[in-house]
């Protein structure tokens, strides 16, 4: 089975799953805004790096641009099921909160900076909160862990199909 006919398959044994309980299409609603919210607040902080390393307000970081890469990697197998995953950045989420935190970046608020450098604070708080929230719900929310199980039985309902016949 090549990898389009390993995709029908696992669209087809999830629309059956569907079918029979037609709750677990929420859950993928639910799933798909979550995901979209995060990479949406990850894209926005991401754009507003790079207008402040254009600028010349910080250094260029490297690690910003694979931490955007690894975020959309993620927001797609969590949007295909692998809810678990979403483990990972709510734990980065946390990390990036004590940052928050260690530098005071809420009091940076109040002082009197720059437009675009008090976006780019803000905008690094709203990516965290927005992980912590959007991770959790992802974790948490019945919908949601319905249609990832959906998910993960079909691909190895599929994958263990695709063993038999070899």
Known sequence: MNG???RAAIQARAEEGF?????LRNGK??????V???VMSRLFFFVMDLICVHIGFIDFNPVNIW???LSL????LLYKGAGM???FPLLGGILMASTVFRERMLSLLSLDLDGVLRLHILSYIIATAVQILTMSLLLLLPACKSYSELLKRVVQEVNG???HRL
């Open 67 to 69: 931490a955007f890469l």
């Open 4 to 6: 389009k006919e390993r």
């Open 19 to 23: 079918l029979q309980d037609p709750s």
């Open 36 to 38: 979209l919210l995060w």
């Open 73 to 76: 990697f993620l927001a797609l």
């Open 161 to 163: 199909s695709q063993e």
């Open 85 to 87: 995953l979403a483990v």
């Open 29 to 34: 609603k639910w799933t798909e805004l979550l």
